[in-house]
């Protein structure tokens, strides 16, 4: 099949390019996305609560387009992973991190240090920041 053959040409690149291919799929999910859904899905991830200082017209745009659910009593905001786009950027994020999981002894590991000057973890808000746009 198709999504076979493509995992098989995916497990033979070198890992660097297999990292810039993960945050390209990232990005091709995250590019219909407003913004603010990744910072939503950041907190999700972190299993963190979010609720900033104030709910402004993005969040309020990004809720009434069903991506994100705000919860005023719980004065929670989470993603709403029953739509497709969210549902496809939060998979691309879990490709990301079971990538990293598997790299972290690694020389792309490493390299990535050296380049960056952290670790490649998406704990990390500076991930977030540098590749995942949030």
């Known amino acids: 099949s198709t999504s076979e053959r493509r995992k098989i ?4 690149l070198p890992d660097k390019q297999k990292f810039d ?8 999910a995250y590019e219909y996305l407003p913004k603010v859904v990744a910072e939503v899905l950041y907190y999700a991830f972190l299993k963190k609560r979010y609720w900033p200082e104030n709910v402004d ?7 009434e387009d ?9 004065q929670s905001i989470e ?9 496809r950027l939060n998979k ?3 490709r990301i991190k079971i990538f990293l999981e598997s790299e972290s002894e690694s020389e792309f590991s490493d390299q990535f240090i050296e380049e960056n000057d952290y670790s490649p973890n ?5 991930f977030w920041k540098d590749f995942l746009r949030i």
């Open 9 to 12: 040409v995916f497990d033979s």
């Open 21 to 28: 291919k993960l945050i390209k799929q990232y990005e091709e």
């Open 57 to 63: 017209d993005r969040l309020e745009q990004a809720q």
């Open 66 to 74: 069903g991506y994100i659910s705000i919860d005023e009593d719980e």
């Open 79 to 87: 993603p709403n992973f029953d739509d497709p786009k969210v549902k």
């Open 92 to 94: 691309a994020v879990m």
């Open 122 to 126: 998406l704990d990390n808000k500076r």
